[in-house]
């Protein structure tokens, strides 16, 4: 790892990294001041619930009917939907930088007239990358909680501090093939775009699950299948199984990555 | 150290069908300024690039300070001072961020990139995004040289550059020389090349057509002449006789020719009539191309049927 890397990606990054975290605790904020009257309504909120079609409420990640639940109320106003595209977002925009990005502005080319290995580089900047996706779940687990108690909300916190890990892991997943179509794709518009509709094609493969059989035995294949944030709050248990794979992903796509940027051209 | 700096042998890149370089035989000793001229996607870029790692051969080698410029990147690197094409650099950095930048990968350089700044009149406190292109020229030659390494590799660094700097750029660079730098640099310029360089390489269609010392250019260079003279044109003025003297067209008292090799003959018997003006221009780049190229027997009529290097 080279350490010059790493400060050069830290400090071109780290105020995008505060506004992504900022814009998460305000959502947060905002979903948690309105919880305790949420709350009141549940009865009504829980027979609504009812109601719907089991393919919307998976769609947006709730497996059980109790909206009078902290984790279920957190899990479809943020961590089933809105946080999935909040770290996807962040995630594709930092890696699009990491390699198309910086071939397409040229200064890959100044970065690797310096001696460093193109290895070096890529860890270097997925370090920092790393740091982003951390510092972002663990603002995501403890605003839930802090703001959660100062609500008055009925915090598991044994269950978000699970969260913290899956959250990481599904983080790295994402970063894992959207590195991999950074390093493929020459335009760092298409590799932007290649990267959100391959998050989006997953997460239809995953909705798309709960109308077909067919759908649903290929849901392995995609990351959220391994991705249950309302189980894993309820159980307060390491889905250690769910975490292997998804940083299985993250590496495979990491390790490609590297294998493609070692061979690649700098134009 | 090697006394040969720079070897490729044979070294090819396709971009797939596109020729940047073809069996590219190429040899730049140490402490010699080497000029690379050619026109506009005549495989210059992808030249350096191959030298700098950048770019993988599609076949044979380069080799520099002899180490292989795509295995041992990182160790050629350490030796080599870059100037990209076009001076890319991070639009949010300061001139002062770029150098402590380079400089950390280097482990020195800092108080040379300051000093090159200074002469070189360049505000460092600024962001890049605010800077002209001739000040991204001149960030972008500070960070190639401020490493004071034993190899210079440079392409067009006069780009963008206004006059009064591009002639402490050469200043600059002749110091380099006489501290014992090898210099490689690419150039549309033939000017430039013959101002700087001890020897030019000419690349066009991703082939070199030819290296030739510059004081061996100068004796067969070829020279547009005009002579007007004083009155009617002299009887009997057998320009046609002396050496290297082609393309002879008359126009009233007016002659113009083309002049290869060494001009006093021309002088010594113009001056024997009256002259009412003498002017000589160099020959073009084409020209000079031209020459090369009819001599390495290179195919000169328009591009390449495989289409230009990037």
């Known amino acids: 790892m080279s350490r010059t890397v790493f400060n050069k990606i830290v400090s071109e990054r780290w105020r995008g990294t505060l506004v992504y975290a900022l814009g998460i605790l305000g959502y947060l904020l905002m979903i948690v001041a309105v919880y305790p009257t949420f709350k009141k309504t549940m009865t009504a909120k829980s027979q609504l619930l009812k109601d719907y079609p089991k393919a919307v409420l998976q769609f947006f990640g709730v497996k059980s009917i109790n909206a009078a639940s902290f984790n279920n109320y957190i899990t479809i106003e943020l961590l089933g939907l809105i946080w999935i595209v909040i770290m996807a977002a962040f995630v594709i925009a930092w890696t699009r930088a990491m390699i198309s990005g910086e071939i397409h502005d040229g200064t890959m080319e100044l970065l690797l007239s310096q001696p460093v290995a193109r290895w070096q580089v890529l860890t270097s900047e997925g370090t920092g990358l790393l740091v982003g996706i951390v510092s972002l779940a663990v603002v995501t687990a403890v605003g839930s909680m802090a703001l959660g108690a100062a609500f008055g909300a009925k915090v598991s916190y044994s269950g978000f501090a699970v969260f913290l890990p899956l959250g990481i892991a599904l983080g790295l997943a994402m970063a894992g093939y959207s590195l991999l179509l950074s390093a493929l794709v020459n335009d760092p518009r298409r590799a932007v775009m290649a990267s959100a509709g391959l998050t989006l094609l997953f997460y239809l493969i995953h909705f798309g699950g709960t109308y077909s059989k067919v759908i649903d035995k290929i849901d392995w294949f995609g990351i959220f299948h391994y991705y249950n944030p309302l189980a894993t709050l309820d159980s307060g248990t390491v889905p250690v199984k769910s975490i292997l794979l998804l940083l299985a992903f993250a590496v495979v796509g990491f390790g490609l990555s590297l294998w493609v940027f070692q061979r690649k051209d700098i134009k | ?310």
């Open chain 2, 1 to 310: 150290m090697p006394d040969t700096v720079i070897k490729t042998s044979e070294l090819t890149k396709l971009y797939g069908t596109v020729v940047g370089v073809r069996d590219l035989e190429l040899e730049v000793e140490r402490g010699e300024v080497f000029g690379f001229l050619g026109p506009n996607g005549a495989g210059k870029t992808t030249t350096l690039r191959l030298l700098m790692g950048l770019l993988r051969p599609s076949a044979g080698k380069a080799d520099v300070f002899g180490l292989d410029a795509w295995k041992d990147s990182v160790a050629v690197k350490e030796k080599v001072g870059y100037l990209p094409g076009e001076a890319a650099l991070y639009e949010r950095m300061t001139g002062i961020g770029h150098i402590k930048f380079v400089a950390n990968f280097n482990g020195n350089g800092e108080e040379e990139g300051f000093n090159l700044a200074e002469r070189l009149e360049l505000e460092l406190e600024r962001k890049v995004q605010t800077f002209s292109r001739g000040m991204k020229q001149k960030l972008a030659i500070i960070l190639a040289l401020m490493k004071n390494t034993p190899l210079i590799i440079m392409d067009e660094p006069t780009n963008a550059l206004d006059p009064i700097t591009q002639k402490l750029l050469y200043d600059i660079l002749n110091e380099r020389r006489n501290d014992g730098a090898t210099i490689l640099f690419s150039s549309h310029n033939l000017p430039e090349v013959e101002r700087m360089a001890d020897r030019v390489g000419i690349i066009r269609q991703g082939t070199l057509a030819g290296t030739e010392r510059i004081e061996d250019m100068r004796a067969k260079r070829l020279r547009n002449v005009e002579v007007i003279f004083d009155g009617e044109l002299p009887a009997g003025l057998a320009l046609e006789s002396l050496p290297g003297v082609t393309g002879i067209e008359t126009l009233g008292n007016r002659i113009q020719l083309k002049l290869k090799g060494d001009i006093n003959p021309l002088i010594k018997l113009v001056a024997q009539y009256d002259v009412a003006d003498f002017s000589v221009t160099h020959a073009s780049l084409e020209d000079v191309f031209l020459e090369f190229y009819e001599e390495a027997g290179v195919d000169t009529g328009g591009s390449s049927p495989e289409g230009d290097a990037p």
